[in-house]
């Protein structure tokens, strides 16, 4: 997985940069096409359940691109991987897949009746800057210098030996992701065990406020 990379995408910084730029590459490429107009992109993050984030298991990321997206909104509403593709099955004309599926409403909150113009151009990653992938050249101005992965190829791959990669669930993701914790956190960083059960649904501002000065130390 790592050590036999291609074009020195070998390790996990890289790994993941090179897979969020081919997903905006995807969408660049339509969205400058003659299917920009007509064309919904849904991306979500695949088995969400069996790596969620350090504060709410519940949270997953998911993209929506295309021109019947809202701009510039904020919709506080609760959407799941189902409403997603329940959204997709109702796009498409589709009939529900499932009885799960079939009792979820759509995320028509995200989407306008009217189309909007957009656009989306990807940009580079730059720790991808650190393989040998043939990339674009840089932007006259721009910064030569790219930050460097933490870890070499050598270091993930004696760390994850033993481990099955060749299917998602056969991945021993509690081990995994501790792993990935020692690996990309400062040492001696503990790894959290337990929740707070803080409700991050009130005084959002105040806390992204002291989320920011916590990060800019």
């Given amino acids: ?12 910084e890289t790994q993941i940069a090179d897979n969020d730029y ?24 695949d088995d969400s359940q069996n790596g969620p984030d350090h504060v709410d298991a ?9 021109p019947w997206v809202k701009q510039h909104a904020l919709i506080t ?3 799941n991987t189902v409403t997603l593709l ?10 529900p897949l499932g009885l799960y599926d079939a009792v979820q409403p759509g995320m028509a909150e995200v989407f306008s009746t009217r189309p909007q113009a957009w656009s989306f151009s990807a940009g580079v990653p730059a720790v991808l800057r650190s393989s040998q992938l043939p990339l674009p050249a840089l932007a006259p101005g721009a910064p030569a210098a790219s930050p460097s992965p933490r870890h070499d190829a050598t270091y993930w791959a004696d760390h994850t030996r033993g481990f099955d990669f060749s299917a998602e669930d056969k991945l ?5 992701n501790l792993i990935l914790w020692n690996g990309l ?5 503990a790894y959290p065990e337990d929740r707070d059960g803080r409700d991050l649904r009130h005084n959002r501002r105040t806390l992204l406020q002291e989320f920011n000065r916590q990060s800019t130390r």
């Fill in 172 to 176: 021993d993701s509690a081990s995994f």
């Fill in 58 to 66: 519940h949270r997953s990321i998911a993209f929506i691109a295309g």
């Fill in 77 to 79: 509403k609760r959407f």
């Fill in 185 to 189: 956190k400062d040492e001696g960083q």
């Fill in 22 to 45: 081919a997903v905006g590459l995807l969408v660049e490429k339509v969205a400058h096409s003659k299917y920009a107009n007509s064309t919904l992109i849904f991306v979500i993050e």
């Fill in 86 to 95: 329940r959204t997709m099955e109702e796009v498409l004309g589709l009939k």
């Fill in 1 to 12: 997985l790592f050590k036999d990379a291609i074009d020195g995408v070998n390790t996990v």
